[in-house]
Protein backbone atom coordinates (compact mmCIF):
# COMPACT_ATOMS: atom_id res chain seq x y z
CA UNK A 1 0.00 0.00 0.00
CA UNK A 2 3.24 2.45 0.99
CA UNK A 3 4.39 1.83 -2.34
CA UNK A 4 1.90 2.10 -4.33
CA UNK A 5 0.74 5.85 -2.69
CA UNK A 6 4.63 6.48 -2.88
CA UNK A 7 4.17 5.93 -7.23
CA UNK A 8 0.99 8.52 -7.16
CA UNK A 9 2.83 11.88 -7.08
CA UNK A 10 5.67 10.26 -9.28
CA UNK A 11 2.52 9.68 -12.21
CA UNK A 12 1.66 13.50 -11.82
CA UNK A 13 4.28 14.43 -12.26
CA UNK A 14 4.97 11.99 -15.88
CA UNK A 15 1.80 13.13 -17.01
CA UNK A 16 2.11 16.22 -16.31
CA UNK A 17 5.53 16.80 -17.74
CA UNK A 18 4.05 14.37 -20.79
CA UNK A 19 1.46 17.23 -21.66
CA UNK A 20 3.62 19.88 -20.98
CA UNK A 21 6.07 18.58 -23.29
CA UNK A 22 3.38 17.69 -26.68
CA UNK A 23 2.08 20.80 -25.86
CA UNK A 24 5.95 22.55 -26.36
CA UNK A 25 5.93 20.38 -29.65
CA UNK A 26 2.86 20.75 -30.86
CA UNK A 27 3.57 25.01 -30.34
CA UNK A 28 6.73 24.80 -31.65
CA UNK A 29 5.77 22.68 -34.68
CA UNK A 30 2.79 25.22 -35.03
CA UNK A 31 5.12 28.02 -35.68
CA UNK A 32 6.45 26.61 -38.72
CA UNK A 33 3.59 25.64 -40.31
CA UNK A 34 1.95 29.12 -39.69
CA UNK A 35 4.60 30.86 -40.70
CA UNK A 36 4.52 29.06 -44.31
CA UNK A 37 1.06 30.90 -44.56
CA UNK A 38 2.93 34.21 -43.98
CA UNK A 39 1.85 37.45 -45.42
CA UNK A 40 4.00 40.83 -46.31
CA UNK A 41 5.86 39.96 -43.45
CA UNK A 42 7.77 36.74 -42.99
CA UNK A 43 6.97 36.93 -38.72
CA UNK A 44 3.57 37.38 -39.54
CA UNK A 45 1.61 34.57 -40.39
CA UNK A 46 -2.35 34.96 -41.89
CA UNK A 47 -3.37 32.39 -39.56
CA UNK A 48 -1.45 31.77 -36.21
CA UNK A 49 -2.20 28.14 -35.51
CA UNK A 50 -0.14 28.06 -32.03
CA UNK A 51 -2.98 30.48 -30.44
CA UNK A 52 -5.48 28.25 -31.48
CA UNK A 53 -3.20 25.41 -29.67
CA UNK A 54 -2.50 27.21 -26.49
CA UNK A 55 -6.31 28.15 -25.93
CA UNK A 56 -7.42 24.78 -26.52
CA UNK A 57 -4.90 22.66 -24.24
CA UNK A 58 -4.58 25.49 -21.44
CA UNK A 59 -8.22 24.91 -21.52
CA UNK A 60 -8.82 21.14 -21.21
CA UNK A 61 -5.19 20.72 -19.38
CA UNK A 62 -5.29 24.03 -17.53
CA UNK A 63 -3.18 26.86 -17.02
CA UNK A 64 0.18 25.08 -15.49
CA UNK A 65 0.65 24.35 -18.92
CA UNK A 66 2.12 27.49 -19.79
CA UNK A 67 6.01 26.26 -19.85
CA UNK A 68 5.30 23.98 -22.69
CA UNK A 69 3.63 27.82 -24.35
CA UNK A 70 6.57 29.78 -23.09
CA UNK A 71 9.02 27.23 -24.01
CA UNK A 72 8.00 26.37 -27.95
CA UNK A 73 7.37 30.07 -28.45
CA UNK A 74 10.97 31.13 -27.19
CA UNK A 75 12.30 28.25 -29.14
CA UNK A 76 10.79 28.73 -32.28
CA UNK A 77 11.75 32.81 -32.04
CA UNK A 78 15.41 32.15 -31.65
CA UNK A 79 15.23 30.19 -34.64
CA UNK A 80 13.57 32.75 -36.45
CA UNK A 81 15.03 35.63 -34.72
CA UNK A 82 18.33 36.63 -33.12
CA UNK A 83 18.33 36.21 -29.57
CA UNK A 84 17.49 39.63 -27.66
CA UNK A 85 15.49 41.54 -24.64
CA UNK A 86 12.12 41.13 -27.75
CA UNK A 87 12.10 37.48 -27.77
CA UNK A 88 11.72 36.68 -24.15
CA UNK A 89 8.97 39.71 -23.97
CA UNK A 90 7.27 38.30 -27.03
CA UNK A 91 7.03 34.66 -25.88
CA UNK A 92 6.39 35.82 -22.28
CA UNK A 93 3.87 38.26 -23.52
CA UNK A 94 2.25 35.54 -25.74
CA UNK A 95 2.10 33.16 -23.25
CA UNK A 96 0.45 35.66 -20.28
CA UNK A 97 -1.84 36.53 -23.14
CA UNK A 98 -3.49 33.50 -23.63
CA UNK A 99 -3.39 32.50 -19.63
CA UNK A 100 -5.07 35.56 -19.08
CA UNK A 101 -8.22 34.74 -21.53
CA UNK A 102 -8.41 31.45 -20.75
CA UNK A 103 -8.68 32.59 -17.18
CA UNK A 104 -10.99 34.87 -17.76
CA UNK A 105 -13.13 31.98 -19.87
CA UNK A 106 -13.56 29.34 -17.45
CA UNK A 107 -14.55 31.94 -14.38
CA UNK A 108 -17.39 32.97 -17.11
CA UNK A 109 -18.06 29.76 -17.99
CA UNK A 110 -18.40 28.29 -14.46
CA UNK A 111 -22.19 28.50 -14.98
CA UNK A 112 -22.26 27.97 -18.64
CA UNK A 113 -21.26 25.20 -21.13
CA UNK A 114 -18.82 26.12 -23.95
CA UNK A 115 -20.41 25.79 -27.73
CA UNK A 116 -23.89 24.57 -26.27
CA UNK A 117 -25.88 28.07 -25.48
CA UNK A 118 -24.99 31.70 -27.45
CA UNK A 119 -23.39 32.82 -24.27
CA UNK A 120 -21.01 30.49 -24.55
CA UNK A 121 -20.23 30.96 -27.91
CA UNK A 122 -19.90 34.54 -26.95
CA UNK A 123 -17.97 34.07 -23.94
CA UNK A 124 -15.21 31.86 -26.14
CA UNK A 125 -15.12 34.29 -29.28
CA UNK A 126 -14.44 37.24 -26.66
CA UNK A 127 -12.38 35.86 -23.70
CA UNK A 128 -10.81 32.93 -25.75
CA UNK A 129 -10.02 34.81 -29.35
CA UNK A 130 -10.31 38.40 -29.12
CA UNK A 131 -8.77 39.47 -25.32
CA UNK A 132 -5.63 37.34 -25.85
CA UNK A 133 -5.39 38.25 -29.39
CA UNK A 134 -5.68 42.05 -28.19
CA UNK A 135 -3.06 41.18 -25.59
CA UNK A 136 -0.39 39.53 -27.60
CA UNK A 137 -0.92 41.70 -30.63
CA UNK A 138 0.38 44.93 -28.61
CA UNK A 139 2.70 43.16 -26.37
CA UNK A 140 4.18 41.87 -29.47
CA UNK A 141 4.61 44.58 -32.30
CA UNK A 142 5.64 46.67 -29.19
CA UNK A 143 8.76 44.87 -28.64
CA UNK A 144 9.33 44.21 -32.52
CA UNK A 145 9.19 48.31 -33.10
CA UNK A 146 11.04 49.06 -29.48
CA UNK A 147 14.12 46.05 -31.09
CA UNK A 148 13.96 47.76 -34.57
CA UNK A 149 12.66 44.85 -36.20
CA UNK A 150 9.77 46.59 -37.59
CA UNK A 151 9.81 50.13 -38.66
CA UNK A 152 7.41 52.92 -37.11
CA UNK A 153 4.93 53.35 -40.07
CA UNK A 154 4.70 49.54 -40.31
CA UNK A 155 2.99 49.12 -36.95
CA UNK A 156 -0.65 49.76 -37.69
CA UNK A 157 -0.71 47.15 -40.80
CA UNK A 158 1.62 44.30 -39.05
CA UNK A 159 -0.72 44.82 -35.57
CA UNK A 160 -3.67 43.93 -37.85
CA UNK A 161 -2.35 41.35 -38.92
CA UNK A 162 -0.93 40.19 -35.41
CA UNK A 163 -4.51 40.06 -34.45
CA UNK A 164 -6.34 38.86 -37.06
CA UNK A 165 -3.88 36.13 -37.52
CA UNK A 166 -4.42 35.11 -33.52
CA UNK A 167 -8.13 35.82 -33.80
CA UNK A 168 -8.69 33.17 -36.88
CA UNK A 169 -6.15 30.30 -35.63
CA UNK A 170 -7.69 30.64 -31.93
CA UNK A 171 -11.35 30.25 -33.91
CA UNK A 172 -10.24 27.21 -36.00
CA UNK A 173 -7.66 24.68 -34.37
CA UNK A 174 -9.67 25.53 -30.52
CA UNK A 175 -12.66 24.36 -30.81
CA UNK A 176 -11.19 21.35 -32.73
CA UNK A 177 -9.18 20.86 -29.53
CA UNK A 178 -11.74 21.63 -27.16
CA UNK A 179 -14.80 19.53 -28.29
CA UNK A 180 -12.55 16.61 -29.54
CA UNK A 181 -10.84 16.23 -26.10
CA UNK A 182 -14.24 15.75 -24.70
CA UNK A 183 -16.51 13.96 -27.00
CA UNK A 184 -13.88 11.51 -29.01
CA UNK A 185 -13.53 8.82 -26.52
CA UNK A 186 -17.76 8.43 -25.88
CA UNK A 187 -19.40 5.85 -27.67
CA UNK A 188 -22.79 6.53 -30.03
CA UNK A 189 -21.55 9.99 -31.09
CA UNK A 190 -21.96 9.35 -34.66
CA UNK A 191 -18.54 10.98 -35.30
CA UNK A 192 -18.44 9.94 -38.63
CA UNK A 193 -21.96 9.35 -40.30
CA UNK A 194 -22.99 9.46 -43.44
CA UNK A 195 -24.41 13.14 -43.89
CA UNK A 196 -21.45 13.99 -42.03
CA UNK A 197 -19.47 12.62 -44.72
CA UNK A 198 -21.72 14.20 -47.38
CA UNK A 199 -21.19 17.80 -45.52
CA UNK A 200 -17.73 17.19 -45.60
CA UNK A 201 -17.62 15.94 -49.27
CA UNK A 202 -19.48 19.41 -50.37
CA UNK A 203 -17.22 21.24 -48.29
CA UNK A 204 -14.41 20.30 -50.18
CA UNK A 205 -15.43 19.90 -53.45
CA UNK A 206 -17.32 23.22 -53.70
CA UNK A 207 -13.98 24.71 -51.77
CA UNK A 208 -12.04 23.93 -54.22
CA UNK A 209 -14.33 25.41 -56.85
CA UNK A 210 -13.75 28.32 -55.06
CA UNK A 211 -10.73 28.52 -53.18
CA UNK A 212 -8.52 26.55 -55.83
CA UNK A 213 -9.40 28.10 -58.98
CA UNK A 214 -9.14 31.94 -60.67
CA UNK A 215 -11.80 33.90 -61.53
CA UNK A 216 -12.23 37.16 -63.50
CA UNK A 217 -15.71 38.79 -63.09
CA UNK A 218 -15.69 40.88 -60.15
CA UNK A 219 -19.71 39.90 -59.70
CA UNK A 220 -18.56 36.65 -59.15
CA UNK A 221 -15.89 36.73 -57.15
CA UNK A 222 -18.10 38.73 -54.55
CA UNK A 223 -20.26 35.92 -54.27
CA UNK A 224 -18.44 33.14 -54.25
CA UNK A 225 -17.05 32.98 -50.95
CA UNK A 226 -20.22 32.58 -49.60
CA UNK A 227 -20.61 29.23 -51.37
CA UNK A 228 -19.93 27.57 -47.77
CA UNK A 229 -22.85 29.05 -45.87
CA UNK A 230 -25.91 26.41 -47.04
CA UNK A 231 -23.45 24.00 -45.93
CA UNK A 232 -22.16 25.46 -42.70
CA UNK A 233 -26.36 25.96 -41.84
CA UNK A 234 -26.96 22.23 -42.70
CA UNK A 235 -23.68 21.44 -39.98
CA UNK A 236 -25.22 23.71 -37.42
CA UNK A 237 -28.75 21.86 -37.42
CA UNK A 238 -28.26 18.23 -38.39
CA UNK A 239 -24.90 17.27 -37.03
CA UNK A 240 -23.30 16.93 -33.39
CA UNK A 241 -20.76 19.44 -32.29
CA UNK A 242 -17.23 17.37 -33.22
CA UNK A 243 -18.64 17.16 -36.92
CA UNK A 244 -19.30 20.72 -36.83
CA UNK A 245 -16.05 22.18 -35.87
CA UNK A 246 -14.63 19.29 -38.24
CA UNK A 247 -16.70 21.37 -40.93
CA UNK A 248 -15.12 24.81 -39.80
CA UNK A 249 -11.81 23.07 -39.54
CA UNK A 250 -12.22 21.89 -43.04
CA UNK A 251 -13.76 24.82 -44.90
CA UNK A 252 -11.35 27.11 -43.17
CA UNK A 253 -8.15 24.99 -44.06
CA UNK A 254 -8.87 25.21 -47.81
CA UNK A 255 -9.82 28.47 -47.90
CA UNK A 256 -6.68 29.15 -46.26
CA UNK A 257 -4.55 27.10 -48.47
CA UNK A 258 -6.31 28.55 -51.50
CA UNK A 259 -5.64 32.15 -50.91
CA UNK A 260 -1.83 32.03 -49.64
CA UNK A 261 -1.33 29.98 -53.41
CA UNK A 262 -2.76 32.82 -55.18
CA UNK A 263 -6.02 31.07 -56.20
CA UNK A 264 -9.93 32.20 -55.16
CA UNK A 265 -11.81 35.08 -55.06
CA UNK A 266 -9.25 37.07 -52.69
CA UNK A 267 -6.15 36.27 -54.77
CA UNK A 268 -7.21 39.24 -57.13
CA UNK A 269 -6.35 41.64 -54.64
CA UNK A 270 -2.65 42.71 -53.34
CA UNK A 271 -1.15 40.33 -51.31
CA UNK A 272 -1.64 42.09 -47.83
CA UNK A 273 -4.94 42.97 -48.73
CA UNK A 274 -6.35 39.29 -49.51
CA UNK A 275 -4.64 38.14 -46.34
CA UNK A 276 -6.90 40.69 -44.37
CA UNK A 277 -9.71 39.93 -46.15
CA UNK A 278 -9.51 36.35 -45.80
CA UNK A 279 -8.93 36.56 -42.10
CA UNK A 280 -12.28 38.97 -41.71
CA UNK A 281 -14.12 36.08 -44.18
CA UNK A 282 -13.43 33.70 -41.50
CA UNK A 283 -13.80 35.48 -38.32
CA UNK A 284 -17.25 36.83 -39.56
CA UNK A 285 -18.51 33.40 -41.12
CA UNK A 286 -16.76 31.41 -37.87
CA UNK A 287 -17.87 33.38 -35.20
CA UNK A 288 -21.53 33.43 -37.16
CA UNK A 289 -21.71 29.67 -37.69
CA UNK A 290 -20.80 28.91 -33.83
CA UNK A 291 -23.81 31.57 -32.61
CA UNK A 292 -25.92 29.35 -34.88
CA UNK A 293 -24.44 26.02 -33.55
CA UNK A 294 -24.65 27.12 -30.03
CA UNK A 295 -28.34 28.37 -30.25
CA UNK A 296 -29.51 24.74 -32.00
CA UNK A 297 -27.79 22.90 -29.41
CA UNK A 298 -29.14 25.13 -26.29
CA UNK A 299 -32.85 24.68 -27.88
CA UNK A 300 -32.24 20.49 -28.05
CA UNK A 301 -30.69 21.02 -24.37
CA UNK A 302 -34.03 22.42 -23.35
CA UNK A 303 -36.09 20.03 -25.24
CA UNK A 304 -34.27 17.55 -23.29
CA UNK A 305 -34.84 19.13 -20.49
CA UNK A 306 -38.83 19.66 -20.85
CA UNK A 307 -38.56 15.75 -21.68
CA UNK A 308 -36.98 15.01 -18.17
CA UNK A 309 -39.60 17.18 -16.12
CA UNK A 310 -42.32 16.02 -18.24
CA UNK A 311 -40.94 11.51 -17.65
CA UNK A 312 -40.97 13.28 -13.70
CA UNK A 313 -44.41 14.38 -13.39
CA UNK A 314 -45.73 11.05 -14.60
CA UNK A 315 -44.08 9.61 -11.42
CA UNK A 316 -44.45 12.52 -9.42
CA UNK A 317 -47.39 10.67 -7.13
CA UNK A 318 -45.07 7.38 -7.02
CA UNK A 319 -43.00 8.44 -4.46
CA UNK A 320 -40.97 5.14 -4.09
CA UNK A 321 -39.85 5.38 -7.50
CA UNK A 322 -38.04 8.85 -7.51
CA UNK A 323 -35.04 7.91 -9.55
CA UNK A 324 -36.88 5.72 -12.10
CA UNK A 325 -36.95 7.39 -15.18
CA UNK A 326 -32.93 8.15 -15.02
CA UNK A 327 -32.07 4.68 -14.33
CA UNK A 328 -34.50 3.28 -17.55
CA UNK A 329 -33.31 5.64 -20.07
CA UNK A 330 -29.28 4.48 -19.04
CA UNK A 331 -30.40 1.15 -19.24
CA UNK A 332 -32.46 1.94 -22.57
CA UNK A 333 -29.31 3.46 -23.90
CA UNK A 334 -26.49 0.83 -22.90
CA UNK A 335 -28.94 -1.57 -24.63
CA UNK A 336 -29.16 0.78 -27.82
CA UNK A 337 -24.99 0.77 -28.03
CA UNK A 338 -24.63 -2.92 -27.32
CA UNK A 339 -26.67 -3.30 -30.14
CA UNK A 340 -24.70 -1.10 -32.25
CA UNK A 341 -27.21 1.81 -33.24
CA UNK A 342 -26.45 4.99 -34.23
CA UNK A 343 -25.84 7.57 -32.31
CA UNK A 344 -28.98 9.59 -33.02
CA UNK A 345 -31.11 6.04 -32.21
CA UNK A 346 -29.26 5.91 -28.61
CA UNK A 347 -29.67 9.70 -28.11
CA UNK A 348 -33.84 9.37 -29.38
CA UNK A 349 -33.90 6.61 -26.50
CA UNK A 350 -32.26 7.91 -23.90
CA UNK A 351 -34.58 11.18 -24.25
CA UNK A 352 -37.53 9.19 -24.75
CA UNK A 353 -37.38 6.01 -22.46
CA UNK A 354 -38.15 8.32 -19.27
CA UNK A 355 -41.36 9.10 -21.13
CA UNK A 356 -42.30 5.32 -20.80
CA UNK A 357 -45.17 5.60 -17.81
CA UNK A 358 -46.73 9.68 -18.78
CA UNK A 359 -49.62 7.79 -19.06
CA UNK A 360 -49.76 7.17 -15.20
CA UNK A 361 -51.09 10.64 -15.06
CA UNK A 362 -54.41 9.29 -16.24
CA UNK A 363 -54.56 6.73 -13.37
CA UNK A 364 -55.78 7.21 -10.12
CA UNK A 365 -53.00 7.67 -7.29
CA UNK A 366 -54.24 5.00 -5.05
CA UNK A 367 -53.81 2.40 -7.75
CA UNK A 368 -50.38 3.78 -8.81
CA UNK A 369 -49.50 3.46 -4.76
CA UNK A 370 -52.09 -0.13 -3.59
CA UNK A 371 -49.93 -1.43 -1.24
CA UNK A 372 -51.38 -4.96 -2.23
CA UNK A 373 -51.75 -7.07 -5.27
CA UNK A 374 -54.11 -5.32 -7.96
CA UNK A 375 -57.62 -6.78 -8.81
CA UNK A 376 -58.39 -7.91 -12.09
CA UNK A 377 -60.41 -4.93 -12.33
CA UNK A 378 -58.26 -2.73 -11.21
CA UNK A 379 -55.30 -4.00 -13.24
CA UNK A 380 -56.96 -3.28 -16.02
CA UNK A 381 -57.67 -0.17 -15.22
CA UNK A 382 -53.78 0.30 -14.73
CA UNK A 383 -53.12 -1.01 -18.65
CA UNK A 384 -55.35 1.93 -19.67
CA UNK A 385 -51.50 3.92 -19.09
CA UNK A 386 -50.46 2.63 -22.30
CA UNK A 387 -53.33 4.72 -24.13
CA UNK A 388 -53.27 7.65 -21.97
CA UNK A 389 -49.42 7.98 -22.51
CA UNK A 390 -49.55 7.31 -26.32
CA UNK A 391 -52.70 9.86 -26.98
CA UNK A 392 -50.25 12.53 -24.60
CA UNK A 393 -48.04 12.33 -27.24
CA UNK A 394 -48.53 10.91 -30.52
CA UNK A 395 -49.35 14.64 -32.08
CA UNK A 396 -46.29 16.25 -31.27
CA UNK A 397 -44.14 17.45 -34.24
CA UNK A 398 -40.93 16.60 -31.78
CA UNK A 399 -39.08 13.28 -33.00
CA UNK A 400 -38.27 12.57 -29.06
CA UNK A 401 -42.22 13.06 -28.05
CA UNK A 402 -43.44 11.02 -31.13
CA UNK A 403 -40.87 8.26 -30.20
CA UNK A 404 -41.77 8.47 -26.06
CA UNK A 405 -45.44 7.87 -27.75
CA UNK A 406 -44.27 4.86 -29.69
CA UNK A 407 -42.59 3.17 -26.19
CA UNK A 408 -45.78 4.30 -23.79
CA UNK A 409 -47.41 2.28 -26.62
CA UNK A 410 -45.22 -0.70 -26.55
CA UNK A 411 -43.30 -0.87 -23.58
CA UNK A 412 -45.55 -3.30 -22.18
CA UNK A 413 -45.85 -5.87 -25.05
CA UNK A 414 -44.27 -9.30 -24.86
CA UNK A 415 -41.90 -10.81 -27.33
CA UNK A 416 -44.15 -14.15 -27.44
CA UNK A 417 -47.23 -11.41 -28.49
CA UNK A 418 -48.77 -12.26 -24.82
CA UNK A 419 -48.52 -8.07 -23.56
CA UNK A 420 -50.62 -5.83 -24.28
CA UNK A 421 -52.28 -3.25 -24.75
CA UNK A 422 -52.35 -4.71 -28.72
CA UNK A 423 -50.67 -8.29 -28.20
CA UNK A 424 -47.89 -7.83 -30.53
CA UNK A 425 -45.68 -9.95 -30.83
CA UNK A 426 -41.70 -10.29 -31.96
CA UNK A 427 -40.28 -7.31 -34.01
CA UNK A 428 -43.85 -6.45 -34.81
CA UNK A 429 -43.03 -4.92 -31.45
CA UNK A 430 -40.83 -2.03 -32.12
CA UNK A 431 -37.22 -1.73 -31.33
CA UNK A 432 -37.40 1.03 -29.00
CA UNK A 433 -40.45 -0.71 -27.32
CA UNK A 434 -38.61 -3.96 -26.88
CA UNK A 435 -35.25 -2.34 -25.47
CA UNK A 436 -37.18 -0.35 -22.59
CA UNK A 437 -39.68 -3.56 -21.95
CA UNK A 438 -35.91 -5.01 -20.36
CA UNK A 439 -34.97 -1.91 -18.80
CA UNK A 440 -38.45 -1.09 -16.96
CA UNK A 441 -38.96 -4.64 -16.08
CA UNK A 442 -35.12 -4.96 -14.34
CA UNK A 443 -35.27 -1.42 -12.84
CA UNK A 444 -38.80 -2.64 -11.15
CA UNK A 445 -37.53 -5.82 -9.77
CA UNK A 446 -34.78 -3.94 -8.03
CA UNK A 447 -36.68 -1.12 -6.67
CA UNK A 448 -38.55 -1.26 -3.82
CA UNK A 449 -42.53 -0.66 -4.27
CA UNK A 450 -45.56 -0.52 -1.93
CA UNK A 451 -45.99 -3.77 -2.47
CA UNK A 452 -42.31 -5.11 -2.32
CA UNK A 453 -38.83 -5.31 -1.52
CA UNK A 454 -36.37 -4.91 -4.15
CA UNK A 455 -34.61 -8.01 -5.39
CA UNK A 456 -30.91 -8.20 -5.69
CA UNK A 457 -29.08 -7.46 -8.93
CA UNK A 458 -27.90 -10.81 -9.68
CA UNK A 459 -31.56 -12.82 -8.84
CA UNK A 460 -32.82 -9.43 -11.39
CA UNK A 461 -30.76 -10.58 -13.91
CA UNK A 462 -31.72 -14.27 -13.42
CA UNK A 463 -35.16 -13.62 -14.06
CA UNK A 464 -34.48 -11.11 -16.96
CA UNK A 465 -32.60 -14.17 -18.61
CA UNK A 466 -35.16 -16.65 -17.84
CA UNK A 467 -37.73 -14.56 -19.76
CA UNK A 468 -35.60 -14.07 -23.08
CA UNK A 469 -38.18 -15.61 -26.23
CA UNK A 470 -40.91 -14.76 -24.10
CA UNK A 471 -41.15 -11.58 -22.38
CA UNK A 472 -38.35 -10.11 -24.06
CA UNK A 473 -36.39 -10.25 -26.81
CA UNK A 474 -33.57 -12.97 -26.79
CA UNK A 475 -31.25 -10.57 -29.08
CA UNK A 476 -31.43 -7.78 -26.59
CA UNK A 477 -31.29 -10.18 -23.30
CA UNK A 478 -28.18 -11.66 -24.13
CA UNK A 479 -26.44 -8.25 -24.59
CA UNK A 480 -27.91 -6.62 -21.24
CA UNK A 481 -26.70 -9.90 -19.78
CA UNK A 482 -23.25 -9.17 -21.69
CA UNK A 483 -23.01 -5.27 -19.83
CA UNK A 484 -23.65 -6.83 -16.63
CA UNK A 485 -21.08 -4.56 -14.63
CA UNK A 486 -22.36 -1.27 -16.89
CA UNK A 487 -26.10 -2.64 -15.17
CA UNK A 488 -24.84 -2.90 -11.87
CA UNK A 489 -22.83 0.32 -12.06
CA UNK A 490 -26.13 2.07 -13.24
CA UNK A 491 -28.29 0.29 -10.36
CA UNK A 492 -26.10 1.43 -8.10
CA UNK A 493 -25.44 5.06 -8.98
CA UNK A 494 -28.63 6.32 -9.32
CA UNK A 495 -30.58 3.85 -6.72
CA UNK A 496 -33.67 5.70 -4.71
CA UNK A 497 -32.25 7.09 -1.23
CA UNK A 498 -35.20 4.96 0.28
CA UNK A 499 -33.47 1.74 -1.00
Same mark, same amino acid.
Given at each position: ??????????K?????L???????????????????????S????????????????L??????M????????????????????A???I??????AY?????????????????????????????????P????????????L??? $?? +???M??? %??? @?? #? =?????? *????A??????????R????D????????IL???V????????R??S??????????????????????L?????????????????L????G???F???????? $?? +??????? %??? @?? #? =?F???? *????????E?????????A???????G?????????S????????????F??????S??LH???????????I??????????????????????????????K??????E???????????????????????P?A????????????????????E?????????F???????H?????V?L????????????????????
Amino acid at each position: MKEMLETIPSKKIKRYLFRVSITGILYFASVFMSLRLSSFSDEIASVWIPAGISVGYLFIWGLKMFPGIWIGDFAASLINMDFSTATIVISTGNTAAYMTGVYVMKKILRKIKIFESPPGASVFIGTGCILPSLISSVIGVTSMLAAG $II +LKTMYSG %VWW @SW #F =LSNVTG *TMVIAPLIIVFSRNFRRKGNDLMNKETYFILGCIVFFGWAVFWRDYSNLIILHALPFVYTPFMVWASFRLQTHGFVLVIFLSSAISILGTVNGHGPFSVYPAGTS $IV +LLQLFLA %VII @ST #F =LFLKAA *TRGMNNREEETLGIIGKAAEYNDSETGRHITRVARYSKLIAQALGTSGKFQELIYNSAPLHDVGKIGISESLILKPAKLTPEEFEEVKKHCGIGHQLLKSSDSKYLQAGAEIAYTHHEKYDGTGYPRGLHGEHIPLAGRIVAIADVFDALTSKRPYKEPWSIDNALEFIHSQRGRHFDPVLVELFLNNREEVRSICEKYRDISD
